[in-house]
């Protein structure tokens, strides 16, 4: 169907036919090809934990160090729940890792960029615990890889790519993302409080670790100390017991043991507090 030539939307790049894992498309992407470096002058990437992980970890800077230098903000839906994009050049469009050879952090590259000209679309039916991924083409002017005559499955495209450990290490935080956003409106909005640990377990493990040492993570989980231990040295452990930490605290979906006295010791900590500042005690 032609487009209305009076119609200015402009054209999605998107191809609107589903493809699961075993259906082919035509694509491939190689140091040769003229458009070589074109997709990564104009950037727009969302990163996901495992992304600042892979990536902090290759630059050999803290998470901190790497959401202050290398991330700009963004709302992920209209009740606020924060992600982070992948900040650009100073003005400039360009991703700060491309260098003439093309990706300077290739085996650490996001999830966004071992997909790309693949689409995911991931959702769950009604009373289903399991997500449903669909993969879609897109297709930009600028990229020629849909001119080469290789074909692939999708799925032999994701594993080429490095995306099925890239995906299977986020699965539980694009849970937790999935159903924030199906809430809806009945639910209302997140309390900060609830943004600020999104964000928290989400994109700073170093916070993440220390909260983990704070009192009011203590007087409620009960964690072994081996277990803390294995914690504190593994990244990748930590990361994916903050998506469990996530699902409890926002959805009560529980994994990790509470105390059975949490309720009390929070109670009496709080109490503790008001004395501490209670007017009395206040300088006058
Ligand atoms: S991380 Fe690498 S592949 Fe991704 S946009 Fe930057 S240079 Fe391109
Ligand atoms: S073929 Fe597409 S993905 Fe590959 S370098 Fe060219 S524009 Fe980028």
């Known amino acids: 169907m032609n487009q209305d030539s009076s119609d200015t939307t402009p054209l999605s790049p998107i191809t609107p036919v589903k493809l699961d894992l075993d259906d082919n498309f035509q694509f491939a992407c190689h140091k040769d090809i003229a458009c070589f470096n074109k997709c990564c002058q104009s950037i727009d990437i969302q990163l996901t934990p495992y992304d600042i992980l892979r990536l902090k970890t290759r630059l050999g800077v803290s998470a901190r160090e790497f959401l202050f230098g290398h991330t700009v903000p963004f ?5 606020g729940v924060p992600g982070l994009k992948l900040r650009t050049k100073d003005e400039s469009t360009q991703c700060p890792f491309l260098t003439e050879e093309g990706c300077g952090v290739y085996e650490d590259r996001p999830t966004a960029c071992r997909y790309y000209a693949l689409g995911l679309m991931s959702m769950r ?5 399991v997500d449903e ?6 297709k930009e002017d600028h990229c020629l890889g849909h001119k080469e005559p290789q074909v692939q499955t999708v799925r032999s495209y994701r594993q080429n790519q490095g995306v099925d450990t890239y995906d299977e290490l986020n699965r539980e935080w694009r849970q937790v993302v999935l159903k924030k956003r199906s809430c809806g409106p009945t639910i209302g909005k997140p309390s900060d409080r609830s943004l600020q640990l999104f964000f928290l377990a989400s994109y700073d493990l170093d916070g993440f670790r220390e909260f983990m040492n704070t009192l009011s993570f203590d007087e409620v989980y009960e964690v ?24 409890q605290a926002l959805f009560g979906e ?8 949490a309720k009390e010791r929070r109670l009496a900590r709080r109490k ?7 007017p009395s005690d206040q300088p006058a």
């Open 75 to 79: 709302e992920m839906d209209g009740h």
């Open 125 to 129: 039916k009604k009373d289903s615990s």
């Open 133 to 138: 991924d669909s993969y879609f083409v897109v």
């Open 224 to 247: 072994a100390p081996e277990e803390r231990e294995r914690l504190q040295q593994d990244d990748v452990a930590l990361m994916r017991f903050a998506f469990r930490f996530l699902k």
């Open 254 to 261: 529980n994994t990790i043991p509470e105390r059975a006295d």
């Open 272 to 278: 503790e507090r008001l004395g501490e500042t209670a």
